[in-house]
Structure formats: structure tokens, C-alpha cells
């Protein structure tokens, strides 16, 4: 038996069997090896023998999944065992994503307006350019959609020249309760929310503090410095569903932000759409840099690397919100695909170090139905 050490960040375990393709074996001893070493690489413990012996089972399927997820998209993208290797789909969808809906629709007035760039580069890359903060880990909240919105903001501020900045995503977090009643979309705290709702939260609020000032906390799962937030005031019952039963008023929004410390000169004005043709999103993104965007994620659980597809996702619900930063096109032996480079918030251990690619010019997923960019005051 070979066991290879295939990931660089993690440790885990397949069995080379022919040159170039890996497979987990699936058989239940070696499966118990690859979770024993799957649980000390993630400090993974169970409450109770029961818990444990009921996540192996997760995991032995996962692991089966994962192979035949190779099989199907071998010289494209290889999926492998990460922290989320014990949780079901199920569970995967209900605590890190959120629920799925149809993407929201807008009025055209809110489309953005911009002349046709003729030459753009054929590669291109934010994340190169000082305009993108390091990856952070959303943990076992729904706030995907505060993160988006936070990295978006934190790019346009940059692309102002000024210092770029980790913002305060529990603010938005906490305090977000904003509704669009016409469409039935609001922002639902650790239930789940939507960027261009989150704009115009920040527009009213007039700013943002720091990520320093202001830290996550929401996601930390119960470890050093979790809080266990209320509903922001207006979070809106029909639209969000019942809130948190347990909460701490001292550890939520009302207690905890303070306006005087704003980021000096930080105001969000406005906020636009971006069409859905793929051409233009690259445009846009080159000029204004980048850009909010939401898909259906349901397939990225177990993504390590390479160009992501499916047959199987939506184009048209989603369910988690994320930042695109760059494109290009891979070129293998077989085929030239191209790509949309994104930040995700799972950590930056997760994926391509925290960012994964997916097809572009194919509306994949739906990656190009909710393009937002909030604007800042000059
Ligand atoms: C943002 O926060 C991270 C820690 O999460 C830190 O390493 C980084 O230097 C901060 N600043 C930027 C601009 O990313
Ligand atoms: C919450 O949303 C519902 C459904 O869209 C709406 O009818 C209601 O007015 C909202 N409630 C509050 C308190 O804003
Ligand atoms: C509520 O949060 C405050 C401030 O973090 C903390 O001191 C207090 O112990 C918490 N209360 C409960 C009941 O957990
Ligand atoms: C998409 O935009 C490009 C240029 O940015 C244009 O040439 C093309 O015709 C557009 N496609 C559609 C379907 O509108």
C-alpha cells in the first residue's frame, strides 16, 4: 500500500494507483486510517462514541463521493478531503450555506453603464495589485454574504488609493436587518443575507469600522472570543424565519458599534449591477476592480483545485455569496478553459489557498447572475 501525502496544506492520504489519478481507498480499515489522521490534522473531537461512529459514516461516503467526483472531472478539477469531510451535504448546505433562492432581480436602472474596453488582458489578477485583504474563514456562520460585500468594499476603498484595510464584516453581521419587501430578500444575520441589501445598510449607516475595532466573532463556533449576537433591530421575522433563541444583548449590534470609529472619509454612495454577459463582467472588473458575486455552491464542498464545473449545479438559485478577483484560461493537454479567479471565506487552507476557479463564459453555477459593486464617496 502507498500512501502519498498529496496535499500541501493538509495531510491527506490516497492511494496512487496509476500515474497521475489518486483515489481514496474505500475499504473500511483504510478509511478509519485516513479519518484518524483527518481528525488530529483538523483537532476534530466527538462528544460521545455514537457522534463519532455516526460521522465516520458521513465521512466513509464523503470519501466515496469525493473518487467518483475525480472520476468525473479528472484533468479539470480534483476534489479532495478537507475540514468540512464529516459534515453530510445536508448539514453542509443548512450551516455553511445558505438557503438556496432565485437570485434577485433589479430594476434596470440599477444595470451599470460603462464604454466597451477593447483590449483587455487575456490574464488579470486583483489579487497581485494590493487590492484584495488576506483570506478569512466565515467558521459555522451563514455570513458568506457580509464577506462579499466587505470584500468588494475594502477593494473599492483601495482602488482609491487609500491604505487597504480588513472592514468590520460582524458589523454587517450584527446590524444588517435591511428588507426589500417588493422582492422578498433580507439580510438575516447567521442566517443568510444579500450583498446589494448590505450596500445600502452601510449607506444608511454611514460606515464601517475596522475588522480590529470591530472583530468576527459570530462564526468561532463556541471557541475563544465567539459571541452569540442578537438579531440586528430591524431583522425582519417573515423574511429571515424565527430568530436566535439564545443571544447576548452586550455582544450585539447595538452595544457594540460606535460611530466614532468610522474609518475616516469611508462612505458608500450607491451601488450598481453588473450585466450578466461574461465579457462585460471582465471589463467591469478590470476597471472598477473586484466585484461581488453569488453562486450555487453546493459542489465546491470537497473543490481542491483546478477549473470548477458541474452538470449538476443551478444557474438560476443561490445560496452562497463570494468575491471575484481575476480570470484567465487554463490550458491543459486536452482542452483551453476559461476561468473566473474568486475569494472564497472558508480559510486559506481550504481550495487554492482560500480561492478557487470556475469556468467562465457559461454562466456556471450562476456565477454571473449577481454581480454588485457598492460605490465610495471620492
Ligand atoms: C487583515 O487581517 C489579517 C489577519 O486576518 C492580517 O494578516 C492582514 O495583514 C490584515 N491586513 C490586510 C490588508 O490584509
Ligand atoms: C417583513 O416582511 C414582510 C414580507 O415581505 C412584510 O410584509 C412586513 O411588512 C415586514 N415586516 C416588518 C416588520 O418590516
Ligand atoms: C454576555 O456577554 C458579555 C460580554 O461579552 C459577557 O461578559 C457575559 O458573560 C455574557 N453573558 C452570558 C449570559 O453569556
Ligand atoms: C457581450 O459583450 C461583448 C463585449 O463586451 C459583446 O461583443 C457581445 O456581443 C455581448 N454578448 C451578448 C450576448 O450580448
Redesign the pocket.
Known amino acids: 500500500m502507498k500512501v502519498t501525502n498529496m496535499i500541501g496544506a493538509g495531510i491527506i492520504l490516497v492511494i496512487s494507483i496509476t500515474i497521475g489519478q489518486s483515489k481514496y481507498l474505500e475499504d473500511v480499515e483504510s478509511t478509519l486510517i485516513i479519518f484518524q489522521l483527518w481528525k488530529s490534522e483538523y483537532g476534530k473531537q466527538y462528544q460521545s462514541v455514537e457522534e463519532e461512529e455516526g460521522k465516520f459514516q458521513i465521512f466513509r461516503d464523503n470519501l466515496k463521493w469525493i473518487n467518483q467526483l475525480n472520476d468525473e472531472y479528472s484533468g479539470f478539477t480534483e476534489y479532495a478531503v478537507n475540514k468540512f469531510a464529516d459534515m453530510s451535504k445536508e448539514e453542509f448546505m443548512a450551516k455553511i450555506l445558505m438557503v438556496s433562492r432565485p437570485y434577485p432581480k433589479h430594476n434596470k436602472d440599477r444595470i451599470l453603464q460603462m464604454d466597451r474596453i477593447d483590449d483587455i488582458p487575456e490574464t488579470f489578477d486583483w489579487t497581485t495589485q494590493g487590492k484584495v485583504t488576506s483570506v478569512k474563514d466565515q467558521g459555522s456562520a451563514g455570513s458568506c454574504w457580509a464577506f462579499s460585500t466587505i470584500g468588494n468594499i475594502e477593494g473599492q476603498w483601495a482602488m482609491m488609493g487609500k491604505k487597504l484595510t480588513n472592514f468590520s464584516v460582524e458589523q454587517i453581521v450584527d446590524c444588517d436587518g435591511t428588507?426589500d419587501?417588493v422582492h422578498?430578500h433580507?439580510d438575516c444575520g447567521i442566517y443568510g443575507g444579500w450583498p446589494y441589501l448590505a450596500y445600502q445598510y452601510v449607506m444608511k449607516a454611514g460606515g464601517l469600522e475596522s475588522w480590529d475595532d470591530y472583530p468576527y466573532c459570530c462564526g468561532l463556533g463556541g471557541g475563544p472570543g465567539t459571541c452569540f449576537t442578537c438579531p440586528a433591530p430591524?431583522y425582519?421575522?417573515?423574511?429571515c424565519g424565527p430568530p436566535i433563541p439564545w443571544c447576548n444583548m452586550t455582544q450585539s449590534c447595538v452595544f457594540k458599534v460606535d460611530k466614532s470609529k468610522f474609518v475616516p472619509g469611508l462612505k458608500v454612495i450607491d451601488w450598481k449591477l453588473v450585466e450578466q454577459n461574461e465579457s462585460a463582467i471582465a471589463e467591469v472588473l478590470i476597471k472598477y476592480g473586484p466585484l461581488s458575486v453569488a453562486l450555487d455552491a453546493r459542489l465546491l464542498q470537497f473543490y481542491h483545485r483546478g477549473v470548477f464545473k458541474s452538470r449538476l449545479c443551478s444557474k438560476a438559485s443561490l445560496d452562497h455569496a463570494v468575491l471575484l478577483v481575476g480570470y484567465g484560461t487554463d490550458k491543459s493537454l486536452f482542452e483551453t478553459t476559461p476561468y473566473w479567479k474568486v475569494k472564497n471565506s472558508w480559510g486559506a487552507k481550504w481550495g487554492e489557498s482560500g480561492y478557487f476557479r470556475i469556468e467562465r463564459g457559461t454562466g456556471m453555477c450562476g456565477i454571473n447572475t449577481q454581480v454588485t459593486t457598492a460605490f465610495l464617496q471620492e
Open positions: 428588507e419587501i422578498e433580507a430591524s425582519n421575522k417573515t423574511l
